[in-house]
């Protein structure tokens, strides 16, 4: 699964580290350079995907480190330079994920989501219009009455084609199920609030017959 330290679905740490080091070095890197499915398949899909990963790798430097860390290549950045190379590294990411939108690859991850509700529907591959089609005609029925495939939104996700879209499943699956336990709970504490409230009406009902007999008999 995706982390902070690794966005991707499928690569490792050293072969993400590497597309994000030529994509940083840009024009430099003349002889292999960034290829659009690669920034996908490392999963930079965001500027704050881009700043956590910049950070998880290299991490930053508290003000007690000194002039020493600072000349230490690998030392860890400050807070100035974790926001220059983040907003570097997703200024240069940010124009492969743009071209790779409109084409259609069964490597690309598709986030399907309800654009009413913003709920996520399900992940699907392939291009951005077939990935609608294909969650609207699995999961369109569970949609409210009246909804239109029309109203479906998608969003890249990523790479890594359908392990990785069933790789998100699961994880949606764990939220979802997380939502349905606290749904649970929050309806059985309303039931138990519902049964007490019902006791007080009982015994104040009991009070008011109580005393209108008791009113009654002194007349």
């Known amino acids: 699964m995706p982390t902070k330290r690794n966005p991707s679905h499928t690569l490792a740490d050293a072969e993400v580290d590497d597309i994000v080091d ?3 070095r840009g024009k430099y890197e003349k002889w292999n350079p960034v290829k659009s499915i690669e920034v996908v398949r490392a999963g930079l899909m965001g500027k704050s995907v881009c700043r956590e990963y910049v950070i998880a790798r290299w991490g930053v430097r508290n003000h007690y480190q000194g002039r020493a860390a600072a000349a230490d290549a690998d030392a860890s950045l400050t807070q100035t330079g974790v926001t220059m190379r983040s907003n570097k590294l997703w200024e240069r990411a940010s124009s492969h994920v743009k071209m790779v939108t ?5 490597e690309l991850v598709w986030r399907v989501w309800d654009g009413r509700s913003y709920d996520t529907l399900c992940f699907a591959v392939g291009s951005r219009a077939s990935a609608i089609a ?3 005609t699995l ?3 569970l949609l409210p009455e009246g909804s239109k495939q029309e ?14 879209a069933s790789a998100a499943s699961v994880g949606l699956t764990a939220r979802l199920a997380e939502r349905v336990s ?6 059985a504490r309303k039931l138990t609030e519902a049964d007490r409230l019902e006791a007080v009406i009982s015994s104040l009902n009991g009070a008011a017959a109580h005393l209108a007999s008791s009113t009654g008999a002194t007349g």
């Open 22 to 24: 030529r994509l940083l």
């Open 102 to 106: 409109s084409t259609d690859n069964e």
């Open 134 to 136: 294909w969650s609207w």
């Open 139 to 141: 999961f369109g029925w």
């Open 151 to 164: 109203q479906l939104r998608a969003e890249l996700a990523g790479g890594g084609g359908m392990i990785a």
């Open 182 to 187: 606290d749904l649970r709970g929050e309806a």
